[in-house]
């Protein structure tokens, strides 16, 4: 009968010293886990960094060319929409402000490029990621500044240049493309 409690007791021993085995496999597995999805968080944000840099070295080229600006723009902007794509599933990795900065980037230098289509694609993508609009040092809207440029044969767009926050330099052009287009 003793020996009966022995072999009892010895098996709920060894169940639990296996347990405890088990919760600490586990332990180490969430731990490497978490060191894994550290480094691949850190090696994105690593890639977009150097991505971004790469864009802006080709935009900053085509600012200062003449000769062949526009496809040194077309490729500034094509870099930094990879460069948003690469981040696409994990957006929290950089933060919101700097990438809405990045992608805007991606419109201008496809509107200095001539490329309205691939422009107004990207800024559709723009206002469907982002809720917020980037302000201009002169006050003037970012989202408002483009859809008046990409919009600009739209016959309704005409009458709100005094309604929406355009730059002086955006609003004086449509006034300008106004006028010679009814004459």
């Keep these: 009968m003793i020996k009966s409690y022995r072999n009892i007791i010895f098996i709920a021993l060894s169940s639990f010293s296996l347990a405890s085995c088990n919760i ?15 480094s691949k968080v ?8 150097k991505c971004i840099d790469n864009g802006k070295n080709f935009d900053e080229l085509a600012s200062k060319r003449n000769t ?10 094509k870099i930094l929409t990879d ?14 402000n700097e990438r809405m900065r990045n992608f805007a980037l991606t419109i201008q230098n496809y509107i200095k490029a001539g490329n309205l289509i691939q422009a107004s694609i990207n800024f559709k993508d723009f ?3 982002f ?31 005094a ?11 449509m006034k300008r493309i106004n006028y010679w287009s009814k004459n």
């Design 127 to 129: 206002q469907n990621t």
């Design 68 to 77: 062949a600006a526009n496809s040194l723009y077309n490729k500034s902007a």
């Design 42 to 49: 850190n090696s994105l944000y690593r890639t977009y960094n």
């Design 163 to 173: 309604l929406i926050n355009n730059s002086k330099i955006i609003r004086t052009e």
């Design 83 to 96: 460069c948003e794509n690469l981040i696409k599933e994990n957006p929290y990795v950089i933060d919101e």
């Design 131 to 161: 809720n917020n609009d980037l302000i201009y040092d002169d006050g003037s809207s970012f989202t408002e500044n483009i859809s008046s440029i990409l919009e600009y044969k739209n016959a309704n767009i005409s009458g709100k240049f």
């Design 24 to 38: 600490s496999t586990n332990s180490q597995s969430a731990k490497i886990q978490n060191s894994i999805d550290y």
